[in-house]
């Protein structure tokens, strides 16, 4: 197969950043995504209805011409946030989950939830206002090696969240491990899960080929072979549990190439070629719309898209960097090649 038509796919995790920064790069997600997920770990985070509107109005107003992309925006799950609160937010019509950020788990989580069994009177809310709860599923604990953080979430927390709620709509973001495809599978319907691009195709040798790639670390980490073929099975599998989320988290090139280097790859520039590429790599093209389009809004409960767009066999050469505000942004493959366009 050299051409592909599918349902225009939604992006279900995205960071777009702020201002000059979400300015730069939002035109690459509006490009291919009719809609996303925007995730709030702004600085500081969004917290409130007020926010989220206000980013939101921001995101709108920067969008190129024309374009029907939509931000689908997100409340920033904190130890102080309120039934109430959870209420307005369904009330907003804009929010459209509540995101949970294990303090101190990954970028700017410093305000997340220090104890997740003190909220579940506001997850109770959550789920009465049929909101999906966005899991970062990583222990935060020191002393768990960092490559297990993922697994021991799922042990310590996640199994007891899904028995405690089990009406709580929940999405596993960005999952890396085949322990993590193993539970959202034998979970009930009411759990689902993310895949990004840069999980199915690259494992944690990606991160030490020939020297520190700073630009093969995100969060949670890559892993290792076992587990990519794990989430490649998930993905190809047809299951509705399983949908695109990007996690397209841009830094500055100066932030990833430092002493200590954020975490987050940059992947919107091509953000459904990619997963192209692994669909493709792994003989099932044919169950990309399934995974791109179809299974996240369903599991949203929002229509499906129109509109359809051609991916088509044409090679194309990445650009070193971006411009990013002030300063330049280094995207997956930099200098190298995608194997798949957009008409
Ligand atoms: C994300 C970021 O930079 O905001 N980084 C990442 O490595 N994925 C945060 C996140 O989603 O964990
Ligand atoms: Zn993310």
Redesign the pocket.
């Known amino acids: 197969m050299d051409s592909i038509s599918i349902t225009q796919p939604d992006d279900w995790h995205l960071?777009l950043r702020d201002d000059d920064y979400m300015r730069a790069v939002l035109a690459h997600s509006a490009q291919r995504f009719a809609r996303a997920v925007i995730?709030p770990?702004l600085k500081p985070p969004v917290t409130t209805v007020e926010a989220a509107q206000g980013y939101r109005d921001r995101i709108l107003a920067a969008l190129p011409a024309g374009s029907s992309f939509e931000p689908l925006m997100t409340l920033y799950l904190t130890d102080n946030m309120r039934p109430a609160h959870i209420r307005a937010a369904r009330a907003s019509g804009f929010v459209h989950a509540v995101k949970y950020y294990p303090a101190g788990a990954?970028?700017?989580s410093d305000s997340g939830v220090t104890d997740i069994t003190r909220c579940f009177d506001t997850l109770e809310a959550v789920a009465d206002a049929g909101m999906p709860l966005l899991i970062?599923g990583e222990v935060t604990d020191p002393s768990v090696d960092v490559f297990d953080r993922e697994r021991v979430f799922i042990e310590r927390t996640l199994g007891m969240l899904v028995q405690r709620l089990s009406h709580l709509r929940i999405v596993l973001e960005?999952i890396t491990t085949a322990e993590a495809v193993a539970f959202v599978r034998s979970a009930p319907d009411n759990v689902a899960a993310t895949i990004t691009a840069h999980h199915l195709l690259l494992n944690r040798n990606a991160i030490f080929q020939g020297g520190v790639r700073p630009h093969h670390y995100?969060?949670p980490v890559l892993k290792r072979e076992t587990h990519r073929q794990a989430l490649l099975g998930a993905a190809i599998s047809g299951s509705p549990k399983f949908f695109l989320g990007t996690?397209s988290?841009p830094?500055a090139r100066h932030t990833k190439e430092n002493d200590c280097g954020?975490?987050?790859m940059y992947t919107a520039h091509a953000g459904i070629e990619l997963y192209a590429e692994a669909f493709d790599q792994a003989g099932a093209l044919n169950r990309l719309e399934g995974f791109a389009s179809h299974h996240g809004a369903d599991f949203y409960r929002l229509p499906r898209n129109p509109r359809r767009i051609t991916l088509r066999r044409r090679p194309w050469p990445v650009p070193q960097d971006f411009a990013y505000g002030e300063h330049r942004l280094v995207p997956l493959r930099a200098g190298g090649e995608i194997g798949w366009s957009i008409d």
């Open positions: 960071h995730m770990n990954t970028t700017n970062h960005h995100c969060l996690d988290a830094h954020c975490a987050g």
